[in-house]
């Protein structure tokens, strides 16, 4: 299976800022990686996918890049709506594999 | 609007079985592949299980495979996911999932709790 990790694991920022989050895959996964965003309660949403392609409805201040084994999703100018946790997902192969998440936090 | 409605969650013991189903709404239900994901308490997600649209290709993580069996009824509009010998730690919130790799929709989910 492929091993997906993240870093950092809890992020503190303010609102205004412009943030990144690290996933690295254990192997080469193309660019068959998605991110998602959950809020406490709540089932995720996909944000990302193909590592750059933005879900319909997402902001603009959302980006994804990346490419192989190491990817990032970064943030711009941060909205009291975008605090919650992260999760990046790859889909090179079954079993599709989750990240341990990036919680954001206001600071 | 897409909308995924899962139901069978609850309290079952150690070694026990239990059927979650999961209805979506707002799409042709057979023209597409589904997942089930799941969140232990205070965890991450977890992939599970994939089950093409015509139910003939299925998919499993190793800690489910021979225990959880994910079915469809085309006929019917329902996504099952058959969990059998369950343990403690399956203990989790269950999602079904539009699309079988990128979960683009997901439902609100239905806890599971393995205890004695």
């Known amino acids: 299976d492929i091993l997906m990790t993240q870093s950092p694991s809890t992020l503190s920022a303010s609102v205004g800022d412009r943030v990144t989050i690290t996933c690295r895959a254990s192997?080469?996964?193309?660019?068959?990686l998605a991110w998602y965003q959950q809020k406490p309660g709540k089932a995720p949403k996909l944000l990302i996918y193909?590592?750059?392609t933005l879900e319909s409805g997402v902001p603009s201040r959302f980006s994804g890049s990346g490419s192989g084994t190491e990817f990032t999703l970064t943030i711009n100018s941060l909205q009291p709506d975008d605090f919650a946790t992260y999760y990046c997902q790859q889909y090179e192969n079954y079993p599709c594999t989750f990240g341990p998440g990036t919680k954001l936090e206001m600071k | 609007d897409v909308q995924l409605l899962e139901s069978g969650g609850g309290l079952v013991q150690p070694g026990g079985s239990l059927r979650l189903s999961c209805v979506p709404s707002?799409?042709?239900?057979?023209?597409?592949?589904f997942s089930w994901i799941r969140q232990a308490p205070g965890k991450g997600l977890e992939w599970l299980s994939a089950?093409?649209?015509?139910?003939?290709?299925?998919y499993y993580a190793d800690s489910v495979r021979g225990r959880f069996t994910v079915s469809r009824d085309n006929s019917k509009n329902r996504l099952y996911l058959q969990m059998n010998n369950l343990r403690a730690e399956d203990t989790a919130v269950y999602f079904c999932?539009?699309?079988?790799?990128?979960?683009?929709?997901w439902g609100q989910g239905t806890l599971v709790t393995v205890s004695s």
């Open positions: 999932a539009k699309d079988n790799m990128v979960a683009s929709y």
């Open positions: 192997q080469r996964i193309s660019n068959w």
């Open positions: 193909k590592t750059s």
């Open positions: 707002g799409i042709t239900f057979r023209n597409y592949a």
């Open positions: 089950i093409s649209g015509s139910g003939g290709n299925t």
